[in-house]
């Protein structure tokens, strides 16, 4: 069975959301790391358009809202698994997860 964004009444709306997504998004939506938009397929790299709610689950096929920006590699080991992309913050414990204000490491006294 062919899914709904690759043919009938969403294809035509999932190409026209893709191509607005891979011209204003630059960073993946499941890493978080920067996209190279000049990179092709079969790249590991290459920029792709990911459900956030994967279609198989219930996710709208062609919506802008469940679209954002992929790796391929970051696509394909998604799957079509339900991703939580919301960063926590850390929890803290005292003054030991304080944030880093310098790096200690580069000090020469």
């Not at 358009?49 to 062609?62: C, E, L, N, T």
């Not at 954002?68 to 698994?81: F, G, I, M, P």
């Amino acid at each position: 069975m062919t899914r709904a964004d690759r043919q009938g009444a969403h294809r035509v709306a999932f190409e026209k959301n893709r191509k607005r997504i891979l011209k204003t998004e630059n960073t993946c939506g499941i890493c978080g790391k920067p996209v190279n938009l000049q990179l092709k397929a079969p790249d590991p790299m290459s920029p792709t358009v990911d459900h956030k709610i994967p279609v198989a689950k219930g996710g709208h096929p062609s919506a802008i809202e469940n679209l954002q920006l992929a790796h391929w590699t970051c696509n394909r080991q998604k799957s079509d698994k339900l991703f939580n992309n919301i960063k926590e913050e850390p929890k803290v414990l005292g003054n030991r997860n304080l944030p880093k204000s310098i790096d200690w490491t580069l000090y020469k006294g």
